[in-house]
């Protein structure tokens, strides 16, 4: 069973508009949430993070907000431009249960961006 | 439908032993990859198999990491001798397409003391 669920296998965004990647978890044990994007060949390079103290952390055109009750976040890319093509993970971790470099990721979702 | 699973989960050892960490890929999947998280939040690609061939080793640090997947199933990667930058943690993903729908691991890991 799927702890960490990217329901959206693709999603193709006009640039300059917004782009809005979607991610559920199930393990209410999770307190530590983390997007990476990643090209072919290249591991997950890591984009921005959010303890589950916070429900919004903000990085540039990177947004990701928390809701925790709903055991959903999302990332939010705005503008969203050609360079930002690529397949996004969501990945979960229960920090403060001592898995500090333990992962659980997502299946990914693959944002295309269109001129 | 299984997932990818890694064994050992965690592993201990000492400066100049050696370890061998396990991956088994989703079912059908000819596409196997290692990725190390080594401190902080970045992941680096290790290599990429395709079916039982290395595709692409380019990310292997050294001659000390050995990675093998006779038959075209499970993969392992062999630390012989270990030492201590080799601690992080180690994972696996599988796909069905090269670069398609990449299937992550729980990761396995590595503490060399």
């Known amino acids: 069973d799927q702890q960490v669920k990217q329901n959206s296998p693709s999603l193709s965004v006009q640039e300059g508009r917004i782009s809005i990647l979607n991610c559920d978890y199930t393990?209410?044990?999770?307190?530590?949430f983390l997007w990476y994007k990643k090209y072919p060949a290249e591991g997950p390079t890591f984009l921005i993070s959010?303890?589950?103290?916070?429900d919004k952390n903000e990085d540039g055109r990177f947004t990701v907000f928390l809701n925790k009750s709903a055991k959903h976040l999302s990332l939010h890319i705005v503008p969203s431009q050609p360079g930002d093509s690529a397949v996004y993970f969501c990945?979960?971790?229960?920090?403060?249960?001592?898995?500090?470099?333990?992962?659980?990721f997502g299946k990914g979702t693959h944002l295309i961006i269109q001129p | 439908e299984a997932g990818v699973t890694q064994f050992p989960s965690h592993s201990v050892i000492e400066k100049g032993q050696t370890v061998t960490l396990r991956c088994d890929p989703i079912?059908?999947?000819?596409?196997l990859y290692w990725y190390r998280r080594v401190m902080g939040k970045e992941i680096k690609f290790l290599l990429h198999?395709?079916?039982?061939?290395?595709?692409?080793e380019s990310g292997m640090p050294n001659n000390r990491f050995l990675a093998e997947r006779t038959g075209g199933t499970y993969s392992t990667l062999k630390v012989q001798p270990a030492e201590l930058e080799d601690s992080g943690v180690y994972f696996c993903?599988?796909?069905?397409?090269?670069?398609?729908?990449?299937?992550f691991g729980p990761g396995t890991r590595l503490t060399v003391l």
């Open positions: 079912s059908g999947h000819d596409n």
């Open positions: 198999f395709v079916k039982e061939s290395k595709q692409d």
């Open positions: 393990n209410s044990m999770f307190d530590y």
């Open positions: 990945a979960a971790s229960a920090e403060s249960g001592g898995g500090a470099d333990g992962l659980t």
């Open positions: 959010i303890s589950s103290i916070k």
């Open positions: 993903a599988s796909s069905y397409q090269t670069y398609s729908e990449e299937f």
